[in-house]
């Protein structure tokens, strides 16, 4: 039937979804990854928290055997983050006293990672969740604190010098939460594209709870399209326990879980094609889920579209219904 068919063969766009070291050893990941998704994006092991040692020197170890991995397996890399407000490391602390060496250690921080993978991924998140969730500006970070707003165009620039061909990401999430935040994202590229500043494709994270309200997926994709640049779904999962109020109650959203699956199918496949850039889910099992590492010992979450034991959810069965 229709839905033991690989989940790629039902898209025109690159199908993804996110992977660690630790599960390419899983016999059953391996082979459901192998089949189902054409490309992978390091959960972890491509940001700058494994990949930035403190001395300012660079492991890649980890995420190369990902993209060894992927290239195998015949699927593609998407590069995951180069700048996230979250990770800024020691070794840009120790430096943030000199604006000029802080400023050359970003560049060659970009322009090393970009130059090892080179070749070797389907794009980069260069900037990851700049925006405050209540959309009144940028966010606070070490990277603004010493480089002011421009931190944000040096790196687009810098990422496209190290690898012109690239396709250049800005991710963020939350979009669909919050329509100030949104706009302020919007502005955001706006500006970018008036300075002529690199950047092709909108990554939309997606990381939505079973209670969003109908409608704002659809709506925040159609407003990211108007840019006329292509859209990423990039993280998606749509937690049933998030959306609980209490800790038993949570199964209860089980439809409107599938509903917004259908809807997330639907919107993202309306997109014009070329605008499709691709549509990530961030993990494979409901065990694979980070939402389940952060509350190890705690009553599982469903938030993704196979079971722990491999199987097809009937809602990843409704999902590939509506791509
Ligand atoms: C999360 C991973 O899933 C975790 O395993 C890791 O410990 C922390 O980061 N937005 C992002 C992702 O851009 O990088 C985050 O991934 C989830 C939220």
Partial sequence: TGDTLPLKSHVSFPLGVCAMTAQVNDPQWASLIATHFDRITPEWEMKMEYILQPDGSLRFDAPDRIVAQARLNGQSV?????????????????????????????????????????????????????????????????????????????????????????????NDYNLEYYPAKRKRFLKLVEGLQKRGVPLNVLGTQTHIAADLSKGAITETLRDLAATGLKIHLSELDVSLKEAAKNALDFRNYRDAQRALYEEVAEAYTALPTAQQFGLTLWGLRDEDSWYNRQNKGMVADEPLLFDDAGRLKPVGQAFVKAL
Avoid at 79 to 96: E, N, P, S, V
Avoid at 98 to 126: C, L, N, P
């Fill in 78 to 170: 998407l590069g995951h983050t180069l700048i996230w407000y979250a990770q800024d490391g020691d070794y840009f602390q120790q430096l943030k006293a000199d604006r000029r060496d802080f400023e050359t250690a970003y560049r060659t921080y970009i322009r090393q990672v970009m130059s090892h993978y080179k070749g070797q991924v389907d794009g980069w998140d260069v900037v990851n969740e700049a925006i405050r969730d209540d959309g009144s500006d940028l966010r606070d970070c070490l990277w603004r604190e010493v480089l002011g707003e421009a931190y944000i165009d040096i790196a687009y620039r810098a990422a496209h010098e190290a690898d012109p061909a690239c396709p250049l990401i800005l």
